[in-house]
């Protein structure tokens, strides 16, 4: 759950804007510490990467209609700090393009960035744990629980926001009179007698249990086929070009000329 | 997403909107984004979304690439709303916002080269962002067509097909390994090339002007404009609520109208 499918004006004003607080904070922190000649080589890396991120979401698994993210092996791939800067990006090319909202990016970016993190965190301790020959275990077991924590921090947003079946019309304004956020829709475009509304809506919380249910009744399938992908992909990764997973973004590389594989001058 | 005709537009388009400056736009879309924020109306949001359309109507801008990228948040907006708005009303009110916030952005996009779009937020995020958003949105073209190639590659020799699923999903994931030991030399080869070009730790683009200065004001009136109309429908709600069908009735008059001097120009 890399992001929010959720349109702009429709969280609260004090959520979406906290979110791009968050964000925007945490990316300029880990700017701000990745200074110097080896970030700077990295640049290029962050933005292949957040790039191979944007295809793996048009890329489908046949024939099941399911986009996978690889934010998990972004985070790998990345380390902390680039993935920080990795997730902003990544939110911000998907918004221009129309997928996911304007106002909504410094959640996204926040969801993106737990899943990169966690995921990294995760994977180099059960490395540790488990050993390197359990590259594959290790990232799915990571993929598996960081996508639940993000699918239930998607479920804490919601409720937080108070988006549910009652309140879903009172959403993205603030009413000028007394900045309570309150809108004047409970009897407004409904006066008009369109689709016959205006009656009482349900109680929110019946909104937010029918969210959770069809958010986690369809998860489990997601949070299987992105484990498996990822597993697969670190596993390959791992056995072609192990130094990548292990050594660290930013870890010095030595540069081995074609026809030089060998050391042979 | 065929991003590869988003570029084409951008650059090789001469609407007014691509004649406008960059600056402008984003003015304009922050505006039209800000009416749709404000807006609960669905009529409202409505009047918004077929402004929209007849903007890229009249523009001549390339609406059958265009549509589909603006519908695809429709359907995640749709589970959404689905998922927990309480009737219908409120469930096209979602979906409406997405499709219009997507068709603003998606308009922005069809009409300003990325790096003068990236321009304008380097100068507000850090070196290391601005120039990450660069290479990114320069990589995924590279990248989208290394995996379409590699996808044509693997379904060529039937690794790809709907009735076997576990190895179509293996030959995704081997694709998409592939594409991955791919990007990591393509970054390697891109530093040094940036290298070569005197790369410091910070692309400098430079802003386009404006090549219409008028297109530029009417632009930015227009959305001022909408927000004013959107902004007015949500204050002093009481009184206009009863006339929420007049913007759009006048926005769906404002298409037709678009359409019938279309035809008649071509």
């Known amino acids: 759950m890399s992001h929010i499918h959720i349109p702009d004006g429709v969280l609260p004003v004090w959520l979406w804007l906290g979110g791009w607080i968050i964000s925007a904070g945490l990316v300029w922190f880990a700017s701000s510490r990745s200074r110097g000649a080896d970030v700077r080589r990295k640049v290029p890396l962050v933005g292949i990467i957040s790039a191979l991120v944007l295809v793996s979401m048009s890329s489908e698994i046949v024939p099941i209609a399911y986009h996978i993210n690889l934010t998990v092996v972004a985070g790998v791939l990345l380390g902390p700090q680039l993935a920080i800067v990795s997730a902003f990006v990544v939110q911000v090319v998907l918004a221009l393009l129309g997928h996911g909202g304007v106002t909504v990016i410094g959640l996204n970016t926040l969801m993106t960035m737990t899943e990169m993190l966690l995921g990294w965190a995760l994977f180099r301790g059960l490395v540790r744990l488990l050993g390197r020959t359990r590259v594959r275990t290790a990232s799915g077991i990571a993929t598996v629980v960081t996508l639940v924590v993000t699918t239930t921090l998607l479920v804490g947003v919601i409720a937080v926001s108070g988006v549910t079946g009652a309140t879903a019309r009172e959403t993205g304004a603030l009413d000028p009179q007394n900045l309570t956020f309150a809108s004047p829709f409970s009897s407004g475009i409904v006066g008009v007698g369109l689709f016959s509304g205006g009656e009482p809506a349900t109680a929110p919380a019946v909104g937010l249990r029918r969210f959770a249910a069809i958010v986690y009744t369809l998860g489990p399938i997601g949070w299987l086929i992105e484990a498996l992908v990822t597993a697969a992909i670190l596993g390959y990764v791992a056995r072609v070009r192990p130094s990548l997973i292990f050594e660290g973004p930013l870890a010095p590389t030595e540069r081995v000329l074609p026809g030089d594989e060998h050391g042979v001058h | ?266």
């Open chain 2, 1 to 266: 997403m065929d991003i590869a005709v988003l570029d084409r537009s951008a650059v090789g388009g001469n609407s007014h909107l691509h004649r406008a400056a960059p600056r402008s736009k984003l003015l304009a879309f922050a505006l039209v984004l800000a009416s749709i924020v404000v807006s609960t109306n669905l009529f409202v949001v409505l009047a918004l979304l077929f402004v929209l359309l007849a903007v890229v109507a009249a523009e001549r801008l390339p609406a059958r690439s265009m549509l589909p990228l603006a519908a695809y948040p429709a359907v995640f907006a749709a589970v959404f709303a689905f998922a927990s708005a309480p009737d219908a009303l409120a469930a096209a009110l979602i979906v409406a916002k997405a499709v219009t916030a997507a068709l603003a952005a998606v308009t922005l996009m069809f009409t300003t080269p990325y790096p003068q779009v990236f321009a304008a937020v380097q100068r507000v995020t850090p070196g290391l962002v601005g120039d990450a958003l660069l290479m990114t949105y320069r990589a995924i073209f590279i990248l989208a067509d290394k995996l379409a190639d590699l996808t044509r590659a693997i379904r060529l020799r039937a690794g790809i097909a709907g009735s076997h699923p576990i190895r179509s999903a293996k030959a995704t994931t081997r694709a998409l390994g592939g594409l991955l030991l791919y990007s990591v030399d393509l970054a390697q080869r891109e530093y040094d090339v940036l290298v070569l070009r005197g790369y410091s730790g910070r692309l400098k683009v430079a802003e386009h002007p404006s090549r219409s200065p008028a297109a530029d004001r009417v632009l930015v009136a227009g959305a001022l404009a909408l927000l004013g109309v959107a902004t007015v429908w949500r204050t002093c709600w009481t009184s206009l609520i009863d006339y929420s069908w007049m913007p759009l009735a006048l926005a769906l008059l404002g298409l037709g109208a678009t359409f019938l001097f279309r035809g008649r120009n071509r």
